[in-house]
């Protein structure tokens, strides 16, 4: 009796693996997709991190496009999709819109939950409004970095 039921219990555990494995890469592409968007924000605040002398109100335009796009990938596990390459490269589409009169920067990246079906898309969208630059351009910022081994 409690072998039958040790082997009933694995059984459905083996079922099981396969729909564990796909819900793990849906929250690898989530992870790849957040990622990106959030490296693109990070550029956008170190290029916004200058501005031109002219400029009275802070306004990043001169710096960030109002809209732009590219493709970023990410190398995923494709077992399960009985691909005979172990890996492939997922393309996943980028879109930053920069708003001026609020200084907000949107980027949204465009995914596939499933890496093996590229058809059904899904999107993250990160925001964030840049803060006013401290410095204009060619200024040299003087940086006091503490010697680890002085502490």
């Known amino acids: ?23 793990s890469q849906a929250q690898v592409m989530r992870g790849a997709a957040t990622g990106i968007a959030r490296n693109a924000l990070e550029r956008a605040r170190a290029a ?23 493709t970023a990938g990410v190398r995923v596990q494709r077992g399960l999709c009985g691909a005979a390459a172990a890996t492939t490269d997922v393309a996943l589409t980028v879109t930053s819109t920069y708003d001026a009169p609020s200084d907000t920067l949107t980027v949204a990246v465009s995914y596939p939950p499933n890496p093996c079906d590229p058809a059904t898309q899904a999107t993250i969208s990160l925001a964030a409004q840049l803060a006013p630059a401290a410095f204009a351009p060619q200024t040299r910022a003087a940086v006091a970095i503490a010697d680890p081994a002085l502490q």
């Open 48 to 70: 916004a991190a200058y501005y031109p002398t002219a400029a009275a109100p802070p306004d990043h335009a001169w710096v960030l496009a109002p809209a732009a796009s590219y």
């Open 1 to 23: 009796m409690c072998v039958g039921l040790l082997v009933t219990a694995s059984v459905f555990a083996l079922a099981l693996l396969p729909s564990l494995m796909r819900a």
